[in-house]
């Protein structure tokens, strides 16, 4: 009965968290970026000072509170763990390592840049090298997040089986969302550069992850 507790409280913090993660996330990518590429230099040096810094707290701790909870979920359901729920907490993981190894970290230089010219200094050269790099990151995020949240769905409702009876095609599940993760590290955005661009391909990405799983 206590581990049912546990397990219950944990999922019920994965959803709070989670929502507040990825609703940060969409908002980001979906809203503050093309703000961004239509504001003046005084608006958006204004807002990386006071509005993003606030933004990024909720965003950066919302990620690590649901990675938290979802680590207490598997360590309770690790043996009846499906292809699924490997497939949407690898995403998971991803996203989470993410948030707190690239898109923090340079979000806190360009951060730092505009505060130094809202208090009448210069702008930090890296500021230019680290944008990109966060936003590489966040639009790979937001990729992910769709297949993200499907096989976290359709491990309950839809399975595609268990982890050993459906290893080759886990495998190769993985070996595509690593090479996806390669590029969010040393690539390129190409076609996830645009809103309808990330969305049609993390839709796709999840079409194509499925059909690894269900008929490999």
Same mark, same amino acid.
């Given at each position: ?60 701790? /919302? @990620?690590? =509170?649901?990675? &938290?909870?979802? #680590?207490?979920?598997?360590? !309770? ?7 699924? +729920?490997?497939? /949407? @907490?690898? =995403?998971?993981? &991803?996203?989470? #390592?993410?948030?707190?190894? !690239? ?7 360009? +951060? ?105």
């Amino acid at each position: 009965m206590e581990v049912q507790v546990i397990d219950y409280l944990a999922k019920w913090g994965h959803y709070l968290a989670g929502i507040t993660w990825i609703g940060l996330l969409y908002y980001f990518n979906f809203v503050q970026t093309e703000y961004f590429k239509e504001a003046d230099g005084d608006a958006r040096v204004d807002a990386f000072s006071k509005l993003v810094p606030r933004a990024l707290w909720w965003f950066r701790w /919302g @990620a690590m =509170l649901t990675f &938290l909870t979802g #680590l207490i979920m598997l360590g !309770i359901r690790g043996a009846s763990s499906t292809a699924d +729920i490997i497939v /949407g @907490a690898v =995403l998971g993981t &991803l996203m989470f #390592l993410n948030v707190w190894l !690239i898109i923090w970290p340079n979000q806190r230089i360009v +951060i730092a840049s505009n505060q130094a010219v809202a208090g009448g200094g210069e702008a930090d050269p890296a500021a230019a090298g680290a944008a990109p790099k966060a936003g590489l990151a966040s639009r790979t995020n937001t990729l992910f997040s769709i297949p993200m949240l499907y096989f976290m769905g359709s491990s309950a409702h839809l399975s595609n089986g268990s982890i050993g009876g459906n290893s080759t095609a886990l495998i190769i599940a993985l070996v595509l969302i690593a090479a996806l993760q390669g590029n969010a590290i040393f690539g390129k955005q190409g076609p996830i550069t645009t809103v309808k661009g990330v969305v049609t391909c993390g839709f796709g990405l999840t079409l194509v992850l499925w059909a690894i799983l269900a008929f490999i």
